[in-house]
């Protein structure tokens, strides 16, 4: 048996004992107060029944994950005081850090850890693949996990430090042991803040304060990994749909950041001189045009490829970021451009020709059967590619409802799988990060799960059977030859279209350091000069 030992413990653990929580009682309580107004309100505190950024956001505050990484994609413990790799690569011992507490101040178990880890796997994409060569979520004590896998998989220690649509968080065993498709409600974690239900209104507004009891890794921060120091005392989360409101309440000082700017708002809050403008994921953002598979007429794959052949990135690209040519770039790809399988050659399959889509939807045979386009109008980086989505349709001949809504409301109506007079729907419209997508384990949208996959339910065999085979792969270039077969394939079913690749600004006020431009950090290590 080989044994090698692939992380230094954290004997440096000691070394957080100079992570003591920060000195504060000489500030008001509006200097210990940091206020942001997010991109959508909390609604769901459950990060895995729900995908939204600012559900994930929430579980870095409250929880925490075994393993973070860095901006390199360096992977680095935090729960874990370290692990070492058998049997070849295909047994994983996992030990956690001595003295982690929950909130309601139990101790933090590998039992607490394994359930968290399988309900993750249970509906997650990257979790599912990677759990289809799990051969045991096994224990050794209270602080040890030990995972067996069929076989060496080199990307399994990412997948439970990253995760991707949705992050593998530890959670209590009890709650972990719901079923992944049933929303949980108890946000009882261990991270650097805690959750205050006496103050949440869903939809408004969500408080957090400092876990006094928490115990950072070691090691500098760096996006999810090292140490999470929570200088601020409280963590208010203020919903304000209304962008001018926003954009005035940073003016003012009420807020501190505004997490995504409308474009036409950049260039006056750059002119203030308290305000900081920066970029909200430095790799950028990918638009994403959903269709539901279930139901006609997307259901019909040839009638995919018709709209296929309709869509210009120009226009979407020019909706969303008002014109800036320095904010987006077309990417006619299924993977983002700057990543290893992703580059802007997909002309003869993205031609932007209404005319040959008309065509194409004719011999597809569109019957006139109405197609909804649910938007979400209190989302400026997301609600304008509805609106040109539905002047598309009709363009093409379709019959169209614009359906406009909150994003609370979207993001539960797009779990009917129902017909679309019976509340279903036909498309919505989001977008995923460039960090997310340039990996076809992780790039939700291209998976092909079926009725365990993202909403949209796109289901395609070969799809799965190539992304297996990508994650076994030896090396890049074996994974990038079977990363041009999954693009392919992907082209031929469209189980979503790109809508091109762009910048989302956000602005926060230059008392504040530390911030961490696409990192999860912004609960974490920011402090008020």
């Not at 011992?93 to 101040?105: A, C, D, P, Y």
């Not at 101790?107 to 979790?127: H, M, N, Y």
């Not at 890794?217 to 090292?226: L, V």
């Not at 036409?264 to 970029?279: C, E, K, M, Y």
Request: contains cysteine; aromatic residues 10%; neutral net charge.
């Amino acid at each position: 048996m080989k044994r090698r030992n692939v992380l230094r413990s954290a004997a440096a653990l000691g070394a957080t004992a100079c992570f003591s929580p920060p000195a504060v009682f000489a500030q008001s309580a509006r200097e210990r107060t940091l206020r942001v107004a997010p991109l959508t309100a909390l609604s769901s505190v459950d990060t895995v029944f729900n995908t939204s950024l600012v559900t994930t956001n929430h579980g870095y505050a409250a929880y925490d994950t075994l393993f973070g990484f860095t901006g390199k994609r360096e992977i680095t413990p935090q729960m874990a005081e370290g692990h070492i790799v058998e049997d070849d690569g295909r047994t994983y011992v996992i030990k956690l850090r001595e003295g982690l507490k929950f909130h309601n101040g139990e101790p933090v178990r590998a039992q607490d850890a394994i359930q968290s880890l399988k309900r993750w796997a249970g509906r997650e994409t990257f979790g599912q693949t990677i759990a289809k060569f799990v051969d045991d979520w096994g224990l050794v004590n209270d602080r040890t996990l030990r995972i067996k896998l069929t076989q060496p998989i080199p990307i399994f220690l990412e997948a439970i430090a990253r995760g991707s649509a949705s992050v593998p968080f530890i959670i209590p065993e009890h709650v972990a042991k719901t079923d992944p498709f049933t929303q949980v409600t108890d946000a009882t974690g261990s991270g650097p803040y805690r959750f205050v239900r006496e103050e949440f209104i869903p939809g408004q507004r969500a408080v957090y304060v400092r876990n006094k009891d928490y115990i950072p890794a070691s090691g500098p921060a760096d996006w999810t990994s090292g140490a999470k120091i929570a200088h601020f005392e409280r963590l208010e989360w203020q919903a304000m749909p209304e962008q001018a409101t926003a954009a005035a309440a940073l003016r003012s000082g009420e807020i501190d950041w505004y997490e995504q700017v409308q474009p036409d708002l950049v260039p006056s809050l750059r002119a203030h001189p308290q305000i900081r403008i920066g970029n909200a994921n430095p790799t950028g953002f990918n638009g994403i045009l959903r269709f539901n598979h279930l139901q006609a007429p997307f259901n019909n794959q040839a009638i995919r490829r018709a709209i296929l052949l309709a869509v210009n990135q120009q226009d979407y690209m020019q909706a969303l970021t008002g014109g800036d040519p320095t904010s987006y770039v077309n990417c006619r790809s299924m993977f983002p451009c700057g990543t290893p399988h992703g580059a802007d050659t997909a002309v003869q399959q993205m031609p932007a020709d209404l005319s040959r889509a008309r065509a194409a939807l004719r011999a597809a045979g569109y019957d006139g059967a109405k197609v909804v386009v649910l938007s979400p109008s209190d989302v400026p980086t997301i609600h304008p590619m509805g609106e040109v989505t539905a002047d598309l349709l009709k363009r093409l001949g379709m019959n169209v409802e614009f359906a406009a809504m909150d994003w609370a409301t979207l993001v539960a109506r797009r779990a009917n799988r129902e017909t679309t007079d019976k509340g279903g729907w036909s498309i919505f419209h989001t977008w995923a990060a460039s960090s997310i997508l340039g990996s076809p384990v992780e790039h939700f949208a291209m998976r092909g799960l079926g009725s365990k996959g993202w909403a949209g339910w796109f289901g395609d065999e070969q799809i799965e059977a190539l992304t297996a085979n990508w994650t076994t792969a030896a090396n890049d270039a074996a994974r990038a030859e079977v990363a041009e077969g999954i693009q392919q394939r992907a082209f031929e079913t469209v189980p979503f279209i790109h809508c091109g690749q762009f910048q989302i600004r956000t602005a926060y006020r230059r008392s504040l350091t530390g911030m961490v431009e696409g990192g999860a950090a912004f609960m974490w290590n920011l402090r008020r000069a």
